[in-house]
């Protein structure tokens, strides 16, 4: 027959446990994980000064992958902030300077308060019995394990030699698993060194390979470059073409030399040449322009220029003359000399 194992439980306990099914503990839900470490830090120092073991500025998660990366050992203290035996564990044993010393050059620590919802989330992962409570941690068989567990007060001496069994006692996995990440680690290097050598060939060959093709592409782009620019000066020059015979077609007669509103106005070209035409005084200087741009020797861009006074007719609509003037208007006699400038190169 097996024997009963009674536990005796106070009515607070039977309290609280039955409160768990009328309403949720607000610590199960962790909102600032971070911020309840560094409360629980600055709790601690308060209390107890501030020569204590370094606590790991994190959430337990970053500390065990941590611990894991750089295969040390994590120790983990839940404190109880409303039993009776927290307040000596902590201003006793834990800020001991053996113990301070032991913990800082051989582990990494993490603690918190179970009263803030990151620590009642460890403590719902380790399950602690009681106060004071601390779990050592380590990577054993490819998976973060709790190898030791400490509950109750406890004093200086023998913390630190349990603490040292522990981990003597687990040792040889760190031993082991360094070995093997050396070793992973070796092979990775060797393999990327093939990698990198195979890919170095390969980009050699591929850079071979791009610059021929660079080459065969430059000298089709420069004679399709060399095609397309004949193809669009010949356009230019047709739609120039055209663009001179409509201006032609569309000129006003010319007036006769005996008409009294007739003006007679000798051009001189830029290549020295001279050319002759009667105009009327009620015509737009457009007029001007356009006999000029439908000449054969006439520049494809030109201003008009005066000579007395010294001035450039407005021939072209412009902001300051969208409507150029009239002939009359522009100030011109019945005999007049203009200067065609070039402008086709500005």
């Given amino acids: 027959m097996l024997p009963f194992r009674f536990t005796y439980y106070t009515i607070l306990d039977i309290f609280r446990f039955a409160l768990r099914f009328?309403?949720?503990?607000?610590?199960?839900?962790?909102?600032?994980?971070?911020?309840?470490?560094?409360?629980?830090?600055?709790?601690?120092?308060?209390?107890?000064?501030?020569?204590?073991?370094?606590?790991?500025?994190?959430?337990?998660?970053?500390?065990?992958?941590?611990?894991?990366?750089?295969?040390?050992f994590l120790l983990v203290y839940l404190h109880g902030d409303d039993h009776q035996d927290s307040d000596e564990f902590c201003r006793n044993t834990l800020c001991a300077p053996e113990v301070i010393s032991l913990i800082n050059t051989r582990m990494l620590f993490w603690a918190c308060s179970t009263n803030k919802p990151e620590g009642y989330r460890v403590s719902q992962a380790l399950r602690e019995n009681t106060y004071p409570f601390l779990a050592m941690i380590m990577l054993k068989d490819r998976r973060m394990t709790v190898v030791g567990r400490l509950e109750g007060l406890i004093q200086p001496d023998d913390l630190i030699n349990q603490l040292t069994f522990i981990m003597d006692a687990n040792q040889t996995y760190l031993v082991s698993e360094r070995l093997e990440r050396e070793e992973r680690n070796q092979t990775q290097v060797l393999r990327q060194q093939q990698d990198e050598a195979y890919l170095a060939s390969l980009r050699a060959d591929q850079e071979k390979e791009r610059k021929k093709r660079e080459e065969r592409e430059r000298k089709r782009r420069k004679e399709e470059e060399v095609q397309q620019q004949k193809l669009a000066e010949e356009r230019r020059r047709r739609n120039l073409q055209e663009e001179k015979e409509r201006k032609l077609e569309c000129l006003p007669p010319e007036p006769s030399p005996d008409d009294p509103e007739s003006?007679?106005?000798?051009?001189?070209?830029?290549?020295?040449?001279?050319?002759?035409?009667?105009?009327?005084?009620?015509?737009?200087?457009?007029?001007i322009h356009d006999f000029l741009f439908s000449l054969k020797e006439s520049p494809e861009k030109f201003q008009i220029e005066a000579n007395f006074p010294r001035r450039v007719l407005p021939c072209i609509p412009s902001e300051e003359w969208p409507n150029p003037p009239t002939l009359q208007e522009a100030g011109l006699s019945h005999t007049e000399v203009l200067f065609v400038q070039d402008l086709t190169d500005e």
């Fill in 22 to 72: 009328i309403r949720p503990d607000p610590r199960s839900r962790v909102t600032d994980p971070v911020g309840d470490i560094v409360s629980f830090m600055h709790s601690f120092e308060e209390k107890y000064g501030r020569a204590h073991p370094v606590f790991y500025q994190g959430t337990y998660s970053q500390a065990l992958n941590d611990a894991k990366r750089e295969l040390r």
């Fill in 263 to 287: 003006v007679k106005i000798i051009f001189k070209l830029p290549n020295d040449s001279r050319v002759e035409r009667r105009f009327h005084f009620s015509q737009s200087l457009t007029v």
